[in-house]
């Protein structure tokens, strides 16, 4: 099969929603393969993965979203997948944009972000004043504007796909995407909508969210200049 994408899915302790949010994958977009990648839940994530026949890896302890997002690019890699596209096991990502951002990767992008702000004007408000800032901070050091770096809806080529699997040092987070731009590779952002998270964990805690906040925008504006190329 020509173009082939592999729906990532990172999930830690998503027994609420994992269900849902596969059997729609499975039932109504089953032109697309997907793997979840449990990341040492504590609950019963992998039990009703397994009980239900899901296609799913075990991490044995947790790794983190980009330990988790990294082995998902390497079982893409190991597959022969042409794009892959790191997608939410809590129901927040709407799989019906899938085809708008796997054609943006046919129009000769390498990483399309599905951003709430593209024709939508982002709120001002103290939840997004962390997205509004790396948004700036990404402007400033490549001049390029990302409306919604923190989308954790993205989709990579098959160039990027071998780069993110067999490189620690690529992450799936908005400084690597800033990285990205600065290296000559077309990112490209398109408009979807994202539903709340009904139930389950965030791994993004007030204390995690505040420790990545300074940790992207030292990395933005400071560590990025010392990378070097793939």
Do not use: W
């Not at 890896?57 to 983190?64: H, K």
């Amino acid at each position: 099969m020509n173009n082939k994408l592999l729906i990532i899915v990172p999930a830690y302790n998503e027994e609420e929603s994992i269900e849902k949010v596969i059997d729609n994958l499975i039932e109504n977009y089953s032109q697309y393969d997907y793997v979840i990648v449990n990341d040492g839940s504590k609950d019963r994530t992998s039990e009703i993965c397994h009980k239900r026949g899901y296609n799913v890896i075990d991490l044995p302890e947790n790794l983190g979203l980009s330990g988790a997002v990294q082995t998902g690019f390497k079982y893409a890699l190991k597959y022969g997948y042409d794009r892959a596209v790191q997608f939410d096991g809590d129901g927040q990502h709407l799989p019906e944009y899938l085809t708008a951002l796997s054609e943006e990767i046919d129009n000769g992008n390498d990483c399309v972000i599905g951003s709430r702000f593209v024709t939508k004007k982002r709120p001002n408000s103290l939840r997004m004043l962390g997205n509004t800032l790396i948004s700036f901070l990404i402007k400033l050091t490549t001049g390029q504007t990302i409306g919604d770096p923190t989308s954790g809806m993205r989709m990579f080529n098959k160039k990027l796909i071998e780069v993110f699997a067999t490189n620690i040092n690529y992450t799936p987070e908005p400084d690597t995407i800033s990285y990205l731009i600065r290296q000559g590779l077309k990112v490209k952002e398109v408009q979807v909508e994202m539903l709340d998270r009904e139930a389950g964990e965030s791994y993004l805690t007030l204390a995690r969210s505040m420790k990545y906040m300074i940790h992207m925008i030292v990395s933005i504006v400071v560590i990025q200049n010392f990378r070097k190329g793939n």
